[in-house]
């Protein structure tokens, strides 16, 4: 950090390498469509290494970029899947539009589903106002407690507990009501949502967004009862490569300002 701080840059980019991943699974969480999480990370991290001498030892430095982060995605302009304004009623209501009541039976339905699944959790996530989705994303996907999450929003950790316990409530009724990964009684299957979301266009079986195709699908997930656990199998995604070497052009032209000025 010290070394950061004075312009070094292999230190720089050390720094910022170890939170751009982290940084662009909360955007992406937030935001719902990675087109838009890679957006925010870019503008996040611009954050970060234009304030990096602001940084004091009172917190993590993963805490701090946290923070950076969190005011940033809360101010941001409303992605696209934002601006559908999905609540949990209506979403409940189109889970079961067109659903089947076998699985699909293209050659491909494995990774079809598990598309479908990570759609589904991500678009559930957009249930949730900005205020209560970012702390139930800290708290229940993060893992983060409330004295940490507390100083990430700047409220104070009996609002951040407060906070996640409702939007856990709201999460765990939905799902308990709705997904037969949490209960089996509920309607609800992925398989069965293939066939509807492929004809309708919500997801394209030659370009999944969500889905790494070259992972193993096991039938993992459908043993899955626990609702913090569900939202916590979701993939560590990455920061798409072409960001990558934008942020280190970023930090490489950082340097270079700085040894003008000097």
């Not at 304004?85 to 659903?99: K, N, P, Q, R």
């Not at 959790?121 to 940490?148: K, N, P, Q």
Request: aromatic share 4%; with cysteine.
């Amino acid at each position: 950090m010290q070394a950061a701080q004075r312009g070094d840059a292999a230190a720089l980019e050390a720094l910022v390498v170890a939170a751009r991943d982290r940084v662009y699974r909360l955007s992406l969480r937030m935001t719902a469509r990675p087109a838009d999480a890679e957006d925010a990370t870019q503008e996040i991290l611009i954050k970060v290494i234009t304030r990096l001498s602001t940084f004091r030892s009172d917190a993590a430095f993963s805490t701090w970029v946290h923070r950076i982060a969190v005011n940033h995605l809360m101010d941001r302009s409303k992605s696209a899947v934002e601006r559908m304004e999905l609540t949990f009623d209506a979403f409940a209501a189109d889970l079961l539009d067109g659903l089947s009541a076998s699985p699909s039976s293209a050659p491909d339905a494995a990774v079809l589903e598990r598309e479908v699944q990570l759609a589904c959790t991500h678009a559930m996530l957009m249930c949730l106002d900005r205020g209560d989705r970012i702390v139930y994303i800290l708290g229940d996907i993060f893992g983060v407690d409330s004295e940490e999450g507390g100083y990430i929003c700047e409220i104070p950790a009996a609002t951040y507990r407060k906070r996640l316990s409702r939007a856990r409530g709201r999460v765990r009724e939905f799902l308990s009501s709705n997904c037969g990964l949490v209960n089996r009684a509920a309607p609800c299957r992925c398989g069965g949502r293939v066939d509807v979301a492929v004809r309708t266009g919500r997801i394209n079986p030659h370009q999944l967004v969500f889905t790494d195709t070259t992972a193993t699908v096991t039938d993992e997930l459908v043993q899955l009862h626990d609702t913090a656990h569900l939202l916590r199998s979701l993939p560590d995604a990455k920061i798409p490569e072409g960001s990558g070497q934008m942020i280190k052009r970023l930090i490489q032209n950082s340097v270079a300002i700085r040894e003008s000025v000097n």
